[in-house]
Structures are given as C-alpha cells and as structure tokens.
C-alpha cells in the first residue's frame, strides 16, 4: 500500500517546514490500529490513488491530564448526565457508597441549556453533607463544593460555587488519590490512550504523588509511552528541592521500539482560568456579564517566583487562557528574558533532549502579542484545537461574534508568525480522541486560522515532538507505526 511519510527539511528554529514523501510500505497489522513495518520503499503519487493514509510513530497529546483520565473511571463522571438531577443523583450515589470523599467531574451547564448561575443556584442545600464533596466543572476551574469541605478548606463563601480564586484551599483539603489509586489510573489511561494511538504526553499539573508514581512505574519496566512531566508550583517538592527527573523506562516493551522516558523540567504556574467559568483573565470584560476574569498571581511575585525557578533548572510552563494573562506572561518572559534564553542555552546536553518553555492554551490572542511571543523567541505555544467546538455553546456569548472570530482559537496565525506549534486535547476537559484534535484544527471558522490536515497532523505528531524536545522515532523495516486515515476526520 501507499503512504505518506512527513519528513522534517532541516532543523529550523521551529521546525516548522516538513515535505510529504510517498512510500510504498508493507505493514503486519498490531493490536488497535498498530503495525509494523515489514518493507519500505519510495514510491510516487498519481490522483488516481486518492487520499493516503499517514504513517507515523504515533501521535503526540502535548497537554492532557493523564491520572485525572484515569480517575474518570474510579470516581464519579458527570460528563455524560442529561440534567441537573441525574448530576445529582451521581454524587448522591457516590456518598452513599461510604466512600471517604466524593471527587466528580464534568459537569457543563451549558448542555442544559442553564447559564453558571442558575446552574449553580440549583445545587444550593441539596450537596450531601455527611463526606467532603466537590463537583468540578469540564474545564476544572469552578467548582461546586459543599458546606462540609468548605468548612474544612476555610473558604468563607455562602455559595457552593467556588472558583480558582478558592479552589486551591479546597483541593488541599480533599484527601487526595493514594500512590495505589493514582497507579492504577494511569494505567488506565495509558491502554486508553495506546488504543487511539497515542504514544507521548504532556502530562500537566503533577504532584508529588503523581511525580513518584510514575517513576515507579517506569523503574519497574510499565511505563509504554514517552511522558513529558509538568509540575505545580508547590506541589512537587521533592523535584523542586533537587532539580528535574530524566527517567528512562526498565524494559524496551511498548510501541516505541525503544524504553519509553519520563522528562519533569517544567515548572507550571496558572495565571488565569477558563472562558467557561468566566476566570480566563481578559482585557476587555466579558460580553454577557460585567468581569475581566481573574487575576491569580500577582505580577511582581510571579516575576520572582520564575526567577527562582529558572535558577534552579527548570523550564517554564504558564496557563494563560485569556490575553491579559498572555500579556502578563510576556511581560514576566521580557523581564527575565536573560534566564528564559539562557536555560534553552543551557538544554539539550546528552542524554537530556533540548526543550522550550511552554503557554498553555493561548485560546484569545492578538496579533501584537503573537509578535511578542516570535521576538522573545523561547515559548512554543501547546494549543487544543478541540476546545473551539467543544465551547460552541456558550464561547460567542461570552466573547463576541467579532472577537470569536478574530482572535479566539487561532493556529495558522501561530504558523504565520512561525512560533513553535504542539497540539493536545487537554484530556479528561475534552475527549482524547486525536481525531478530535486534527478535525477541529482544520476546520476553525476563520480560514486564516485553519491549519491543512498535512500541518495539524504534523503539530500532533513529529514536529509537535521536535518542538518540545520528544524523541521523534525511526521509522524503517521492524519499526512499529501508526496509520491516519483522512477520511476518518470529521467533526
């Protein structure tokens, strides 16, 4: 059969030029849409032969949530209840199941034609009281928390509905995943993610917990696919004691014919929330309700909090959904742009591969602040394509028609200003499908922010990968690959 292979044409800083090559190939099918490769040869294209399916090393999820996908399955998910009281009825079930504390997730009020509050008035003295209980929304920046845990946490608020501003002081008080639960999680999630052809991650907002259950599992030889660890300021001591973690995997098993790695150099800091909650920080306020956002660090603090960070080896990763929080972030990457530049300077020393700082989201961006982040030259920007359908329902309420349009959920603007490009889905927020990903990257409204199928798979595989500093993977006779089929995606 004929396929496509996407082959980088040289090293740029960006590595944003690639050439599809066309080769005859000879697979012996795997497990799940996995084969290997049993001759290889280039071969030629004619219209005749139609769309080809892409070979690669598998797919690449920059930015997801790899243990909380797993816990999707052990505690309680709410994305799929069809009305305020089956989302209830859920976490009643749990309490009642003499669980020591009821996690849930998922919860949209959109899907029920509801606005966040009238939504949240509905839950207002019917939360169980008897076991702490917190009710995450889908972006994970809100929450519903009930009187108990809010006790516990100290946050003085009447309402049940908490946002980031509080929700730091509730997750502190919420007994976390044991080292057992979180293992088993992963795992979980790990064969989910294998299945779609997932084989590297950017695992984001990692404990200590989560830290050193990986590596176990990478000591002990069950780690099969590449990890790209993220940290919470604060919440890895052990890593933010004694510097990053390069772990390889004990045993070569796995689609990677080679011993998967763990990689934790990123420092994670959240400057903003999301648009759904209406905490993505804005420069101009909301359409549908009088609010900029929030604001969650202090500019001079997380000045000096990064400094020290970059100081002790770490890159740099910032949450900045809206474009007061980009703008903040660029501030803070001017300001220390002598460490920001000095620590990619300083990477790539073998065995460790050369990496970037990384904005998170990015999802409402001008054109003077793709500029900036160009001139700084230091980010690649870790974008989810899949958040722009999946806000559908309220994103043009809360910004605008023109300002949807124009600067929300960009890409190609990001390839036009020639800034390192990775996609992800941001998982369990949105589902991991790559499909998913690739669909709504090449589907955006505003054809100026449409990337082609060739560029959107590219960004969710081998550049993704050589712009975050993943091993990128041989391909030739023996190597086990994975197929893209175009006509598979479709929103």
Not at 388 to 407: K, N, T, V, Y
Request: aromatic share 8%; charged share 25%.
């Amino acid at each position: 059969m004929k396929v496509i292979l996407q082959r980088p044409l040289e090293p740029s800083r960006s590595w944003n030029r690639f050439s599809n090559a066309v080769f005859d190939v000879r697979l012996r099918s795997l497990a799940k849409g996995w084969h290997v490769v049993e001759a290889l040869s280039p071969s030629s294209f004619s219209a005749a032969d139609g769309p080809l399916p892409y070979l690669h090393k598998g797919y690449f999820d920059s930015h997801l949530h790899v243990t909380w996908q797993g816990l999707m399955s052990l505690d309680v998910d709410l994305r799929q209840a069809r009305s305020p009281q089956e989302v209830l009825d859920l976490v009643r079930q749990k309490a009642l199941s003499g669980a020591p504390v009821v996690r849930a997730y998922g919860w949209d009020e959109t899907k029920f034609g509801l606005n966040l509050e009238t939504f949240a008035a509905g839950f207002e003295g019917k939360l169980p009281e008897n076991v702490p209980t917190v009710l995450y929304r889908a972006c994970g920046h809100s929450a519903l928390v009930n009187r108990l845990l809010r006790g516990m946490a100290k946050v003085r608020h009447e309402s049940s509905f908490v946002t980031d501003r509080d929700l730091k002081e509730i997750q502190e008080s919420v007994p976390p995943p044991t080292h057992a639960e979180s293992e088993r999680a992963f795992e979980i999630a790990q064969r989910q993610l294998l299945d779609r052809g997932v084989s590297a991650v950017g695992d984001m907002s990692l404990d200590e917990t989560v830290c050193t259950m990986i590596r176990t599992l990478a000591l002990e030889g069950k780690l099969l696919l590449d990890v790209q660890g993220v940290f919470d300021a604060g919440a890895a001591p052990s890593i933010e004691n004694h510097g990053p973690w390069y772990v390889e995997n004990a045993s070569t098993v796995g689609p990677l014919d080679r011993a998967a790695v763990l990689s934790i150099r990123h420092w994670k800091r959240f400057l903003d929330g999301s648009f759904g909650s209406r905490t993505a920080w804005l420069t101009k306020p909301y359409d549908d309700f009088e609010t900029h956002g929030e604001q969650l660090r202090d500019t001079g603090t997380l000045i000096e909090e990064t400094r020290q960070a970059l100081m002790e080896g770490f890159f740099i990763s910032f949450h900045a959904i809206g474009d007061a929080a980009l703008d903040q972030a660029l501030e803070v990457g001017e300001r220390l742009k002598h460490l920001f530049e000095s620590r990619l300077r300083a990477a790539g020393s073998h065995p460790i591969p050369f990496t970037r700082h990384r904005l998170e989201h990015v999802q409402l961006v001008r054109d003077d602040q793709l500029a900036r982040i160009r001139e700084q030259g230091f980010w690649a920007a870790c974008l989810q394509p899949n958040h722009r359908p999946a806000d559908a329902r309220f994103s043009e309420i809360r910004l605008g028609r023109d300002r949807l349009f124009r600067q929300a959920y960009r890409a190609l603007g990001f390839q036009r200003f020639e800034i390192p490009l990775a996609l992800g889905s941001d998982a369990p927020v949105d589902h991991f499908e790559p499909q998913r990903v690739l669909a709504a990257a090449s589907s955006h409204e505003n054809e100026e922010e449409r990337l082609s199928l060739d560029q959107a798979l590219w960004f969710s595989t081998t550049g993704a990968r050589l712009n975050l500093g993943m091993p990128p993977g041989r391909i030739g006779v023996g190597s086990t690959v994975y197929l893209t089929h175009p006509e598979e995606i479709v929103l």
